[in-house]
């Protein structure tokens, strides 16, 4: 008797381990997750930064080149315009592919994590299934009733 309680016990505790490793597992990707989430953000964030100050410089290269005269103001300011609108346009296409690459950074640890939870359950449940069968609980393959392993 005392030996099956044994068994017991010790099943319990492969049960549990298996448990808090699953557990450390889905923290650890929900953590990386997450940081992938901050880098975008952040990313993202500077380029939106970078083109905010790329068009207030060319905004103000434009009021300069106003205040400079008639004539030569308008073809400084045609100009102006044009190199805004240029820097303007770089700057969205640099942030549209930052946010793209990290849009892309976080996508394989969106596919991993599945996989990980899903082999985990599969391993959880081998183990219940040694347990079972070496407490004699599992029907054998040569018959269908319980084994006696006393």
Request: one cysteine or more.
């Amino acid at each position: 008797m005392a030996s099956s309680d044994q068994k017991s016990y010790k099943a319990g505790e492969a049960k549990g381990q298996a448990q808090e490793k699953a557990g450390q597992m889905t923290d650890t990707m929900k953590d990386k997750a997450q940081a992938a989430k901050d880098k975008t953000f952040e990313t993202a964030q500077a380029a939106k930064d970078k083109t905010l100050e790329t068009a207030q410089a060319a905004k103000d290269k434009t009021t300069e080149s106003k205040d400079q005269g008639c004539g030569f103001v308008s073809e400084k300011t045609g100009a102006a315009k044009e190199m805004a609108s240029e820097t303007t346009g770089a700057a969205k296409q640099k942030a549209s592919e930052a946010a793209e690459k990290a849009r892309e950074a976080t996508q394989p640890g969106k596919e991993k994590s599945p996989g990980i939870l899903q082999q985990t359950g599969e391993q959880v449940k081998n183990m219940a299934e040694t347990v079972k069968q070496t407490l004699g609980m599992k029907p054998t393959e040569k018959n269908d009733t319980p084994s006696d392993n006393k």
